[in-house]
């Protein structure tokens, strides 16, 4: 029989510790997914900018949730989705997908606690 | 007491550090490994009884490393995939290779432990 450890308060702080983690790491990597995003209006979607963001989305959208960010996941998702269409297209990529993007990232940003546009 | 011994092949830090820290906390011994290589090295060192696997890493996608892990081991512990991929198929695909599970991202830690445990009920 696999056994808990007892020593739960310990273990909470670890937790936090890691949440702590997860979102320093969250926040590099929003300020490099804003970056990759405003270049894709002029470089389009199937260069390495956009694989990069559908790459950070799918991973976003697997991992926040057991971090206790579901809605975070479930955008990240909605974002690794818009990437996979956008990435297959070979046409440049439109204003409006461009604010759906940024609009995706900015509503990512504010629910980890972020500023919008970008952490600073 | 020995502790049952989970290898985590995963690439995502983000997700193998909370599943090794989940698991180590449920009283497991936790193994780490995040390419192909690197997990085909850890079995090979040391069987674990339970391993975590990520089909989409570096060097390996799909389901090789779970059909050999397998497939070319008699005494292979039971896989369990974790993956985002939901459709029938892959699940199918998954069975064919060898894998006793799923774990489908994202997942909580509840599911995880569950996930888990299970396997180790059955053995």
Do not use: W
Not at chain 1, 74 to 89: C, H, K, Q, S
Not at chain 2, 77 to 87: A, L, W
């Amino acid at each position: 029989m696999i056994k808990r450890s007892a020593h739960k308060e310990d273990l909470e702080m670890l937790d936090d510790d890691l949440i702590a983690d997860f979102l320093h790491g969250c926040k590099l990597n929003l300020t490099a997914a804003y970056a990759r995003a405003r270049v894709l209006r002029t470089e389009g979607a199937r260069g390495e900018s956009g694989e990069s963001l559908k790459k950070f989305a799918h991973r976003l959208a697997g991992s926040a949730g057991i971090y206790g960010y579901s809605s975070v996941g479930v955008v990240a998702l909605r974002l690794e989705n818009l990437m996979r269409v956008l990435v297959r297209r070979r046409h440049p990529v439109s204003a409006h997908s461009m604010t759906k993007i940024l609009s995706l990232l900015d509503t990512i940003s504010k629910t980890l606690g972020f500023a919008p546009g970008g952490p600073s | 007491m020995t502790r049952p011994r989970v290898l985590i092949v995963e690439d995502d830090p983000a997700i193998s550090r909370i599943v090794e820290q989940t698991l180590e906390n449920a009283g497991y011994e936790t193994a780490l490994a995040e390419t192909k290589k690197e997990a085909l090295e850890s079995v090979g060192a040391q069987l674990p009884d339970l391993i975590l696997l990520d089909i989409s890493l570096p060097d390996s996608s799909d389901l090789k490393l779970c059909r050999e892990l397998t497939h070319t081991n008699k005494a292979s512990p039971p896989v369990i995939i974790m993956t985002s991929k939901q459709d029938t198929i892959t699940q199918l695909r998954g069975f064919e290779a060898g894998a006793e599970a799923f774990l489908i991202k994202p997942f909580s830690r509840e599911e995880l432990l569950n996930c888990v445990g299970v396997q180790f009920m059955k053995a």
